[in-house]
Structure formats: C-alpha cells, structure tokens
C-alpha cells in the first residue's frame, strides 16, 4: 500500500500544479469586459456570455483544488481511500483518476 500512497501523493503533487495553472488561465479569461472597449453589440454579448462559462469553471477548478489539498493533507490518515457515505475501500483506479474524490463511484452518482 505504500506504493500506492507513493503514486497517488505524486498525482495529486501533479494535479495541483494542473490546477494551478488552469485556474491562473481562467483568471484572464474572467477579467470584466470594459465598457468602453470598442466591440460590437454582438461580440460584447459573446464576450460576457463566454466570461459567464469561465467563471463557473473557474469556481468549479478552485473546488478541485481545495479538494486535492485536502487529499494530500490526508493521505495518511486512516480514513483515506474510504468512501464517506458507504464506508467502503475506494478503488485504487478511481483514486487515481479522482484523487480529491471522497466517495466511490457507486456513491458519486
């Protein structure tokens, strides 16, 4: 298992700098549209439209991020890798591929 722990500490290392840099992206992306800005009627609708899109994904990329911290703070915990809702062992794969999951597939949905 400490194996395990090795490689699911060094992807969670990993998806935090992911994280990280999508978020500091989405930053830009959300920036206010200056009114003074000379677009059309049209792109200035497009534009708040797709500022809308990234600000939900920017919140979405920050919960991930609270979530992977939260992951690696707790990787030695007893609890880790236990589903919250069912009690049950979180498949390795799903940890993985989900490593600030606290649930097991069956539970997520």
């Not at 500490?9 to 989405?26: G, M």
């Not at 979530?67 to 007893?78: P, R, V």
């Amino acid at each position: 298992m400490n194996t395990d722990k090795e490689q699911i500490k060094n992807q969670i290392k990993k998806e935090i700098v992911l994280t990280q840099t999508h978020i500091s992206t989405l930053k830009e992306f959300t920036k206010p549209i200056a009114p003074d800005c000379a677009i059309g009627r049209v792109s200035r609708m497009d534009a708040i439209n797709n500022k809308s899109i990234n600000d939900a994904a920017l919140r979405k990329a920050l919960v991930k991020l609270s979530g992977l911290k939260y992951a690696l703070d707790t990787i030695n915990d007893s609890g880790f890798g236990i589903c919250v809702k069912c009690g049950k062992q979180i498949p390795i794969g799903r940890i993985m591929l989900v490593p600030h999951s606290r649930f097991c597939a069956k539970c997520a949905d």
